[in-house]
C-alpha cells in the first residue's frame, strides 16, 4: 500500500521560505495525483496545492496562489511544496496524499483514502 511521508517543515520568520517533501513508499507515486493540505488547530485539513499525474496541470488554494508552488520528481517518487513569502496564516501541520483521479479537470482535494499521516509543522514566527 502507498505511504507517503512528510518532511521539511520548521520554524521561519515571516517572509521567509520552506521546501516541503512529500516521499512515498510501498507504490509508485506518478500513478497519483497528489495534495497538500494543512490543517490549523481544531479545524478541518483544507486543500493548499495539488499536482496531477502529469504534472502539467496544478491547482492552489487562492490564499496561497502566487507564493507557494507544487512540483514532482517521479524519478525520485517525491513531490515538493515550495513555500515562499511565509506569513503567519501559513502556521500549520501539512499533510500531503493520494487524490482522487479527475477527468479534463484540474485536480481537486479529494484524498483517496484518509490514512493521514503525521503531517508536518511549519511555524511562521518573528
Same mark, same amino acid.
Given at each position: &500500500?502507498?505511504? =507517503? ?6 520554524? #521561519? &520568520?515571516?517572509?521567509?521560505?520552506? /521546501? =516541503?517533501?512529500?516521499? *512515498? !513508499?510501498?507504490? $509508485? =507515486?506518478? @500513478?497519483?495525483?497528489?495534495? @497538500? ?11 493548499? *496545492? ?5 504534472? /502539467? !496541470? ?5 490564499? #496561497? ?7 514532482? +520528481?517521479?524519478?525520485?517518487? $517525491? ?10 496564516? +501559513? ?6 496524499? *493520494? =487524490?482522487?483521479? $479527475?477527468? +479534463? ?6 484524498? /483517496? !483514502?484518509?490514512? @493521514?499521516? &503525521?503531517? $508536518?509543522?511549519?511555524? #511562521?514566527?518573528?
Amino acid at each position: &500500500q502507498l505511504q =507517503l511521508v512528510e518532511s521539511g517543515g520548521g520554524l #521561519v &520568520q515571516p517572509g521567509g521560505s520552506l /521546501r =516541503l517533501s512529500c516521499v *512515498a !513508499s510501498g507504490g $509508485t =507515486l506518478e @500513478w497519483f495525483a497528489i495534495g @497538500w493540505f494543512r490543517q490549523y488547530p481544531g479545524k478541518e485539513r483544507q486543500g493548499v *496545492a495539488c499536482i496531477k499525474r502529469s504534472g /502539467r !496541470s496544478t491547482n492552489y488554494a487562492n490564499s #496561497v496562489k502566487g507564493r507557494f508552488t507544487i512540483s514532482r +520528481d517521479n524519478a525520485k517518487n $517525491t513531490v515538493y511544496l515550495q513555500m515562499s513569502n511565509l506569513d503567519s496564516e +501559513d502556521t500549520a501541520v501539512y499533510y500531503c496524499a *493520494a =487524490l482522487t483521479d $479527475t477527468i +479534463d479537470t484540474p485536480c481537486v482535494f479529494i484524498p /483517496r !483514502s484518509e490514512n @493521514w499521516g &503525521q503531517g $508536518t509543522q511549519v511555524t #511562521v514566527s518573528s
